[in-house]
């Protein structure tokens, strides 16, 4: 993950560099040659990807390539914010490498679930978490609003059963559990939203230079201090990623550009609205279809 953007591109290697040192591992070593385990564990994947999402970042800005907007989903927003100069890459990588090692010990393993329901608006879905968290006692809320028709909930395991077994009956076509190591973007994070909040209110914020669009809001954030409250509110906070989608569309963006492992929000962008054009760039490959489709249709 990354390798080739290291081999081939000096400010790709800086970001490494820089990551390395601010986190005092080598988390290159990670991403180039793992192990699966260790890198599997979310206080490393959360540091892993964003490294590796601001050196394609980077790479593309090398080129000429800048956007007027950013947006992140979930720990995405932390690499959103070092795009829009929020925050320093080694203050984004410290800080979510914590985020993920306090996600991971806020709730016991086995405690928590997250399912994906498909086949089902948004609001239907919260209105069965509701119905299932009353009637179970449990946590269960939605928390990533990924697309119209998919939306994960997450919560205490007895109640996102529940809850997905509501949704079926009122007609969602599937109800998946997911492997996740905790549950996120629900109130059984609030231990770690807490000790997060400690963390933010000690790093440096800075207003971003280019508009953010936060996920727990789905609105621009224009100032440090809000972005600080929304990353904070964001750990218990839904992903209202359909929201944040439709918030850049209104604003005029007609190019995304996905940057870092995947392609998996392009494929959602297209459930919201297929008309914009979605690229990806993830390595040397996608980095040059990329530019040369910008190169063909600027927009």
Known sequence: MGREFYEHFPVAR????EA????????????????DEELRLTENTQPAILTVSVAALRVLAERGVSGQFAAGHSLGEYSAHVAAGTLSLADAVRTVRNRGRYMQEAVPAGVGAMAAVLGMTAEAVVEACADAAKESGGVVAAANMNAPEQTVISGAAAAVELASAKCKERGAKRAVPLKVSAPFHCALMQPAQDRL??????TAFHGPKIRVVSNVDAALVATGDAAR??????VTGAVRWVECERQLIAAGVTHFIEVGPGKVLCGLMRSVDSS??????ENVASLDKTRAALDNNPG
């Not at 800086?14 to 560099?17: I, P, S």
């Not at 591992?25 to 040659?33: G, K, T």
């Not at 914009?276 to 760039?281: A, E, F, G, Y």
């Open 20 to 35: 390395d040192e601010a986190l005092g591992f080598s988390i290159s070593r990670l991403c180039f040659d793992g192990p």
């Open 197 to 202: 909040a400690r963390d933010l209110q000690a």
């Open 14 to 17: 800086a970001v490494f560099e």
């Open 229 to 234: 409250d929304a990353l904070v509110r964001q």
């Open 276 to 281: 914009r054009t979605c690229l990806n760039v």
